[in-house]
């Protein structure tokens, strides 16, 4: 069965530190893997995308990573701010069927302390 | 930020009520889908569509129906709303090439009483 596990399940952390989100993925074939990122009462919004070529991409002070041999990857906030309080998702895309599906990883919770 | 919207945004409704949640997309995305969510949980993709007259279920097994008879437009019914259907609905639409990049709706909060 194709899987998604996060962890930690969630996280306190204080502002201006730097913290690191962990998934890991059974999922084949792969395609590509996807950091979102969830407000409360809000839809996820696209942090990165990685495909199986890409080890690591940068969105502001997001940095994602992707170690597909190991089948890992990480998420690291740097400077953490009040405002990335919120769930975020890991999701992996396979290519083995038309619709490209999606696994969705049940979140971190990250709360961000001033 | 994406061009793709959700109404109402909460709902609280009786059992037994028919309802429906409306989803819009103004990009032009052929592909659109619908996932309930629970608090902490996964997203569970209920319906899809890969275009105009296209419609599948997911893979969560659910009572509502969805139809897409417009390319911008793609609505879920419930015929009659009970307790078990208590969620969050999120729509969200791809664009065929673009890695499938999927961008979500702001969801619709829906309690059944």
């Known amino acids: 069965k194709n899987q998604v596990e996060q962890s930690p399940q969630s996280l306190i952390i204080l502002e201006g530190k730097n913290c690191t989100l962990q998934?890991?993925?059974?999922?084949?074939?792969?395609?590509?893997l996807r950091w979102y990122k969830q407000d409360t009462g809000r839809g996820p919004v696209s942090l990165t995308i990685?495909?199986?070529?890409?080890n690591t991409k940068s969105n502001g002070r997001y940095t994602a990573t992707l170690d597909a041999d190991t089948k890992q990857s990480s998420l690291h906030i740097t400077a953490s701010q009040l405002s990335d309080s919120a769930s975020y998702i890991c999701?992996?895309?396979?290519?083995?069927?038309?619709?490209?599906?999606?696994?969705f990883g049940r979140g971190t919770q990250l709360t961000v302390w001033p | 930020e994406a061009d793709i919207y959700q109404t109402p945004r909460y709902l609280v409704i009786g059992t037994g009520k028919k309802i429906t949640l409306e989803c819009s997309q103004t990009?032009?995305?052929?592909?659109m889908y619908w996932y309930q969510q629970d608090p902490g949980m996964e997203l569970h993709l209920i319906h899809y569509?890969?275009?105009?007259?296209?419609?599948e279920k997911g893979d969560l097994s659910s009572e509502s129906t969805v139809s897409r008879i417009r390319t911008e437009h793609f609505p879920l019914t419930l015929e009659s709303a009970r307790p078990s259907h208590t969620s969050q609905y999120l729509c969200?639409?791809?664009?065929?090439?673009?890695?499938?990049?999927?961008?979500f709706g702001p969801g619709t909060r829906l309690t059944v009483t």
């Open positions: 990009m032009g995305h052929d592909k």
């Open positions: 569509s890969y275009g105009v007259n296209s419609t």
């Open positions: 969200a639409s791809s664009d065929t090439g673009t890695k499938d990049e999927q961008y």
């Open positions: 998934c890991n993925y059974t999922v084949s074939p792969f395609s590509n």
């Open positions: 990685m495909t199986f070529s890409e």
């Open positions: 999701v992996v895309s396979d290519r083995g069927s038309t619709l490209g599906r999606l696994y």
